[in-house]
C-alpha cells in the first residue's frame, strides 16, 4: 500500500523494552526475501555456486526443476575431490529427480575421509555425501572422529560443522556430547547492547551456527538450551544486513531462516502493522501481519489485544479482544469501540503454537478524526464599550462578504469551536494559529490563539498593542486560521476574512533590509601611537641652560672658599688614578649614546679595577701625609 | 617674634662662616649646588610637562642620591663626628663616596633613555 512499509513497521515496532521479552528490532520483509531469492538465482559459474543457489533457494521453499541444472551439476562434478562430491550430491538432493551415479571408489573416498587426520570441514562434506547419495556410513566413528576434532581445534566454525555433521548421523549414535557443544558455543557469542548476539567471527558464522544448532536439536528431539531473548537477538543479528555480498552469506542467512521458520522448538514471531498503525472513520480497522521470519503468514496463530490504553488518561479501552483473519492478515475493528483521538498503546499476543517466540507485542496506535470548525464569530469591539459588538458568523469554507475595519480606538475579536466531526467532542489540537497576510508587502504575523476553560478559542487583536509585529503598516490583510494535530486527517488553512487595520504614527514603510552579514564591512585604518607633544625647542634650550647654571655658581663659590690644586701631587698614581676617573665617567657618556649595560659592565670593570688600585694607593698616600702632617701640628 | 627668628639666622649664619672648617664648606657649596639643579629640574617638569618622564626621573633621582651621598661624606668627613667613624679614614669616606657615585651613574644612564 504505501512504499514505506517496511521501514514503516520497523518504527511502528520500535517498542518498549519493559520487564517483558525481547522482540525482534530487525526482521526481513518480503523485499527482503525476494532480494535474497534473486541473488540467490544468479545463473551459477561453478559447482559451489550451483550448490549454494540450489539448495539455498530449496530453502525459501522454492524449487528449482530444472534439468539444465542437473545437466551441469553432472557435468562439472569431479569424483576424486570430497568436496565437489559434497557439492554435487547436496545439490542434486534438492532437485527433484536428479540422481547423481555412484562408482565404488567414490564411496571408498567418502568412507576413507572419515578419519581423525581429515578437517572437520572435510568429515561435514564426506557425511553429508553419503548421506544424501544414500550410502551407509559407521555413525560411532564418525562421532569419534569428530570429537577427536574439536578437542584438537576448538574454533568456533569448527564446532559447527560438527553440529552440522551430528544431525546426518543415526539417532542412535551417541550425539550427547556434541549436543553440549551447542550450550558451549551460545557461551560465545557476543552480546551487543542486549540487541544483537553474534560471533566475532560475524555474520555467516552466526547464521550456520543457528541452523546447525536447530538442525541437531531437532534430529534429536532435544529443546536447545537458547533462551527466548537470546533467540531474538540472534534474529536481530542475522536479519540485520538487507544486502549480502556473497552467495555464501546468502546461503547462511536462508538457511538460518529456513530453520528458524520450521524448527520444532523456536519459532520467532514477527509482527508488524500493515501500513501506519493509525485509525480513522475512513479506515477503521487495525491491520497486522503475523509471519514467521520468512515473511510467510502464520494462520494457525490467534491474535488477542489483551488491553488497549490511552496514553494520556491511561484508562483502558479494550481488553481481551480477538483479531479476526482475513486474506492473511488478521484485523480488529477499534473504531466500533469508539476511541477519542489520540494514541493507544496496544498490548497484543500472538497464541497458537507453544513454539512461538516473542509472541508479546506493544504496539502504538494512533486514532485520528476530522475536525470542524464551529461558531466561527468574528467581531470589531470598540475599546470603550460604548457601541455594543456586531457579530459576524462564518461557515467554514466560506470567507466574510465584509472586511472588517480595526484603528486604535477597536478591538478586533474571533471566537470559534473546534469539534470532533463525527462525535461532536471538543478538541483542542496542538496547532491553532491565527495568521494576517499582508498582500502589498507581502508581511505575515502570526499568532496563537488559546482556548479558555470551556475550550473555546478565543482571539484578540488591539492594534495599539500589537503594533511592533506588524512594523504599524496599515493596510488589507487576509486572515487565515491555521488548525493542525497529528491525529487530524483534515488540517485547515482558511481564509476567513479580510481585516483592515490602521495603525498611528505610521512610518513609511521601510524595505525589509537585507542582512548585511556578508557584505565587506568598512576598511578599519590602525592608527599608529603618535608621539608626543614635545614643547617647543626655545622652551627646552631655556631650561637646560637654567639647569646647568648652578654649576657655575657651584664653580664660583668654590673659587672664592679658596679651592685650589696646589696640594695636587705629581705621583704616577694620583695621574693613573684621574685619567681613570675621567675614564669612567667618559664611559657613562658612550653608554648614555652607544652602549648596552652589558658591554658597560664589561668595560667598567676593567677600567674601574684599575682605577681602584690608583685611587688606593693615591689615598693612601694621601692619608699618611695627612697622619704626618697632624703628628707633627701636635709636637709643635 | 621676626626679629627673634632674625637674631636667631643671623647668628646661625655667623657661627657657620667662624667655625666651619673649608673642606665642608666647600662641600656644602657642592650641596647647595645639587640642590639647586633638582630643583630647576622640578620646576621645568611643573611648568612644561613631565614628558620624557624617564628622563625626568632620572635626573631628578640623580641630584638627589648625589645630595645623600654627598651628606654622607660630609658627616664622616667632619672632625666633629670623628668619634662616631673611628674606622672611617677621610680617605676611606671619600673612595666610598665614589664607589658609590658610579653604581649611581649607572643607574641614572640606564635610565635616562
Redesign the interface.
Known amino acids: 500500500m504505501y512504499p514505506f512499509e517496511g521501514l514503516f513497521s520497523l518504527l511502528v515496532l520500535s517498542l518498549v523494552l519493559e520487564t517483558q521479552a525481547l522482540t525482534p528490532t530487525h526482521h526481513l520483509t518480503t523485499t527482503d526475501v525476494a532480494r535474497l531469492q534473486t541473488l540467490l538465482s544468479q545463473p551459477f559459474t561453478d559447482l559451489k555456486s550451483a550448490y549454494y543457489s540450489v539448495v539455498g533457494l530449496s530453502k525459501l521453499g522454492i524449487s528449482v526443476a530444472d534439468a539444465a541444472t542437473c545437466r551441469f551439476i553432472k557435468s562439472n562434478l569431479d569424483p576424486s575431490s570430497v568436496e565437489s562430491l559434497f557439492f554435487a550430491a547436496e545439490a542434486s538432493q534438492a532437485l527433484p529427480g536428479c540422481e547423481i551415479p555412484v562408482s565404488n571408489d567414490t564411496r571408498d573416498l567418502l568412507l576413507a575421509t572419515v578419519s581423525e587426520d581429515s578437517t572437520a570441514s572435510q568429515i561435514h562434506q564426506s557425511v553429508s555425501a553419503l548421506s544424501s547419495l544414500g550410502l551407509p556410513l559407521a555413525s560411532q566413528e564418525v562421532v569419534s572422529a569428530l570429537k577427536a576434532r574439536i578437542s584438537k581445534e576448538d574454533n568456533v566454525l569448527t564446532i559447527i560443522l560438527a553440529l552440522q555433521t551430528a544431525s546426518r548421523l543415526s539417532q542412535q549414535a551417541e550425539l550427547g556430547e556434541i549436543l553440549e557443544e551447542i550450550e558451549d558455543l551460545a557461551a560465545r557469542l557476543d552480546d551487543l547492547g542486549g540487541v544483537y548476539l553474534q560471533f566475532e567471527e560475524g555474520l555467516e558464522a552466526t547464521a550456520l551456527f543457528v541452523s546447525a544448532a536447530y538442525a541437531l536439536s531437532d534430529h534429536v528431539d532435544m529443546e536447545p538450551p537458547l533462551k527466548e531473548d537470546q533467540v531474538i537477538q540472534l534474529v536481530n543479528s542475522i536479519f540485520s544486513k538487507k544486502s549480502w555480498d556473497s552467495l555464501s552469506e546468502a546461503f547462511s542467512v536462508a538457511s538460518a531462516a529456513e530453520s528458524l521458520s520450521n524448527n520444532r522448538f523456536h519459532v520467532p514471531v514477527i509482527v508488524s502493522a500493515q501500513g501506519p498503525a493509525a485509525i480513522s472513520h475512513s479506515q477503521p480497522f487495525l491491520r497486522l501481519q503475523v509471519t514467521n521470519v520468512l515473511c510467510k503468514p502464520l494462520s494457525s496463530a490467534s491474535v488477542l489485544v489483551e488491553s488497549a490504553t490511552a496514553t494520556s488518561s491511561k484508562s483502558a479501552i479494550l481488553s481481551q479482544a480477538p483479531f479476526t483473519l482475513r486474506d492473511g492478515v488478521f484485523e480488529l475493528n477499534f473504531m466500533a469501540s469508539q476511541p477519542a483521538s489520540g494514541y493507544y498503546q496496544f498490548s497484543v499476543a500472538i497464541a497458537g503454537d507453544s513454539r512461538f517466540v516473542a509472541n508479546h507485542v506493544e504496539l502504538k496506535v494512533k486514532v485520528s478524526t476530522r475536525v470542524s470548525i464551529n461558531n466561527m464569530d468574528l467581531s470589531v469591539v470598540d475599546k470603550d464599550q460604548s457601541i455594543g459588538p456586531k457579530t459576524t458568523r462564518v461557515e467554514y469554507p466560506a470567507k466574510a462578504k465584509a472586511s472588517f475595519m480595526a484603528d486604535s480606538h477597536q478591538i478586533f475579536a474571533m471566537t470559534f469551536q473546534l469539534v470532533d466531526e463525527t462525535t461532536g467532542v471538543e478538541l483542542t489540537p496542538h496547532q491553532t494559529f491565527v495568521r494576517l497576510h499582508n498582500q502589498k508587502t507581502g508581511q505575515e504575523v502570526v499568532f496563537v490563539a488559546e482556548p479558555d476553560s470551556k475550550n473555546l478559542y478565543k482571539f484578540e487583536l488591539d492594534t495599539t498593542e500589537r503594533k511592533t509585529e506588524f512594523d504599524s503598516i496599515s493596510g488589507t490583510y487576509a486572515l487565515y486560521l491555521m488548525v493542525g494535530d497529528a491525529t487530524l486527517e483534515n488540517p485547515i488553512l482558511w481564509n476567513v476574512a479580510d481585516v483592515v487595520l490602521k495603525f498611528l504614527d505610521e512610518e513609511a514603510p521601510s524595505t525589509i533590509q537585507a542582512k548585511t552579514l556578508y557584505t565587506p564591512k568598512p576598511e578599519i585604518q590602525h592608527l599608529f601611537r603618535e608621539p608626543e607633544k614635545k614643547p617647543p625647542t626655545v622652551v627646552s634650550n631655556a631650561f637646560t641652560a637654567l639647569v646647568l647654571s648652578p654649576f657655575l655658581l657651584l664653580l664660583i663659590l668654590w673659587f672664592k672658599l679658596g679651592a685650589n690644586i696646589s696640594n695636587f701631587t705629581l705621583s704616577p698614581s694620583t695621574v693613573l688614578f684621574h685619567i681613570g676617573h675621567a675614564a669612567m665617567l667618559g664611559l657613562m657618556y658612550v653608554y648614555w649614546t652607544h652602549l648596552n649595560m652589558f658591554q658597560t659592565l664589561k668595560y667598567l670593570a676593567i677600567i674601574g679595577s684599575f682605577t681602584f688600585l690608583a685611587g688606593n694607593r693615591m689615598l693612601a698616600q694621601k692619608a699618611v701625609k695627612r697622619l704626618v702632617d697632624n703628628l707633627a701640628a701636635k709636637l709643635l | 617674634m621676626s626679629n627673634s627668628v632674625f637674631s636667631v639666622i643671623s647668628r646661625f649664619v655667623e657661627e657657620y662662616r667662624s667655625s666651619t672648617p673649608?673642606k665642608l664648606?666647600?662641600i656644602d657649596?657642592?650641596l647647595?649646588?645639587?640642590l639647586?639643579?633638582g630643583v630647576?629640574?622640578f620646576?621645568?617638569c611643573v611648568l612644561?610637562?613631565t614628558?620624557p618622564f624617564n628622563s625626568f626621573l632620572s635626573?631628578f633621582i640623580s641630584c638627589v642620591g648625589s645630595f645623600i651621598l654627598a651628606v654622607c661624606l660630609r658627616i664622616q668627613i667632619n672632625p666633629q663626628n670623628k668619634r662616631d667613624f673611628l674606622t672611617v679614614?677621610?680617605?676611606?669616606a671619600?673612595?666610598d663616596f665614589?664607589f658609590a657615585h658610579?653604581v649611581l651613574?649607572?643607574v641614572v644612564?640606564?635610565f635616562?633613555g
Not at chain 2, 89 to 92: G, H, M, Q, T
Open positions: 673649608n664648606k666647600m657649596a657642592y647647595l649646588y645639587i639647586l639643579t630647576f629640574q620646576l621645568y612644561v610637562g614628558f635626573g679614614s677621610p680617605e676611606r671619600f673612595a665614589l658610579t651613574h649607572l644612564v640606564n635616562v
